[in-house]
């Protein structure tokens, strides 16, 4: 049984930082891209950040920079490191493990979603 948990999400003003976990049960991270996506309200659901089996990275252009995607194998848990956010960047942010990187079509499991709110 494959599942992932997020946790860190919450409410913070422009310019602050937020760091995103997403913890792995069920299966190894060698098997999947991991990565984040972001959906808000009356907008496509959208790749923030993923990370291959090859551990190569992909960034959405409006978060390169600002946005830093990592693995703890250790711990079984993906982060993402969110700095100098902005308003745009509030969403629902979904942990995802998938077959193919930064599309949300190809991934096999979802996690619950964390809320993040930048005003």
């Known amino acids: 049984h494959v599942q992932l948990v997020e946790s860190g999400g919450g409410s913070v003003e422009a310019g602050g930082s937020l760091r995103l976990s997403c913890e792995l049960s069920?299966?190894?991270?060698?098997?999947?891209?991991m990565g984040w996506y972001r959906q808000a309200p009356g907008k496509e659901r959208e790749g923030v950040a993923t990370?291959?089996?090859?551990?190569?990275?992909t960034y959405g252009d409006s978060v390169k920079g600002r946005f830093t995607i990592s693995l703890d194998n250790a711990k079984n848990t993906l982060y993402l490191r969110m700095n100098s956010l902005k308003p745009e960047d509030t969403a629902m942010y979904y942990c995802?493990?998938?077959?193919?990187?930064?599309?949300?079509?190809?991934?096999?499991?979802w996690g619950q979603g964390t809320q993040v709110t930048v005003s």
């Open positions: 995802a493990a998938g077959g193919h990187c930064y599309d949300y079509r190809f991934v096999n499991y």
């Open positions: 990370v291959d089996t090859d551990d190569s990275t």
């Open positions: 069920g299966d190894t991270f060698s098997n999947y891209c």
